[in-house]
């Protein structure tokens, strides 16, 4: 029996481990498909305060996993199959094999949209990213795109023009899911332009190890082209981890855990952090707040309860 289990290896389960082992609680962290979480999938991370020269992320999050461990964090890797959340202690079964533990805290992460090509997925932090905030600023005075047509291309693009030669912004229609004042701020935006019925083929340059540019295509005449481009941003959505818990915790229509006030979920004793309910910030530091937020709910939990 745990007294908690951390479902995921983020900022936010990292700072919910921490926390919890510091407090004696001997937390159990399970390491899902994407180890470390988006930080590792970041390169140089210049936003996470206490770093006045940048961290490599995937060693933040290194750091923050021996953190935890030095108070008696264990990590395991596994992916959650089932859950029966239920009653207490509430069972989770990891690869098949079934976990009890007192409490939960879910920071399962929501995952980035990716076109899916092949070459994406191998620049993937070489001048291909799913975060404006966090690698804008590598792309001073260079050529970037962004794919998408919802708030989060709008915003990342008027985000992208402070750092950028000029941002183009690539949809695969001519309409657009984003509102209209997040529209119009864009297109008031002389250094963005447009590229509308577009999708994208190819990205290049393997060989380099960096992109160099990409291959577009009009979806309505079927014309291709090369277009040379440095950073390459990608803000087709997110799709939050939250599988298991269908029927059982509270979710909105996109999978986003709602959250019932502080970290606390609809059933007492489970509790979230970060991104899996945190669709708007979506940092490496509000994640490692609500890991915090998470672990300090559990701790109050269990002392009261008597463990
Ligand atoms: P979204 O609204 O789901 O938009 C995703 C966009 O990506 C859509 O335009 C979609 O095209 C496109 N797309 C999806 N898969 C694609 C693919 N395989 N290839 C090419 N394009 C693809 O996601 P979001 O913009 O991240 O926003 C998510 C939520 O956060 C929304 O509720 C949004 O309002 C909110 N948000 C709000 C703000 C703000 O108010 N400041 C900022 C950011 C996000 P189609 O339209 O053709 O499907």
Known sequence: MQNVIILGSGCAGNTAAIYTARAGLKPLVIIGHEPGGQLSITSEVENFPGFPTGINGPELVENMKQQAERFGAEYMYGTVDAADLSKRPFRISIDGEWHETRTLIVATGASARWLGLENEQKLIGRGVSSCATCDGAFYKDKKIMVVGGGDSAMEEANFLTRFGREVT?????EEFRASKIMIDRAKAN??????????????????????TGVKLKNLKTGETWDQEVDGFFL???????????????????DGYIVSH???????????????????????????????????????????????
């Open 190 to 211: 002389p250094k963005i332009k447009w590229l509308l019925n577009t999708g994208i083929e190819d990205v290049y340059d393997v060989t380099k190890g960096e992109v």
């Open 235 to 253: 803000a087709i959505g997110h799709i939050p981890n939250t599988k298991p818990f269908v029927g059982q915790l509270d979710l909105d229509a």
């Open 261 to 307: 006030g502080g970290a606390r979920t609809n059933i007492p004793g489970v509790f979230h952090a970060g991104d899996v309910e945190d669709r708007i910030y979506r940092q490496a530091i509000t994640a490692a707040g609500a890991g915090c937020k998470a672990a300090i709910e559990v701790e109050r939990m269990l002392e009261a309860e008597g463990h």
């Open 169 to 173: 912004l690539v949809h695969r229609r």
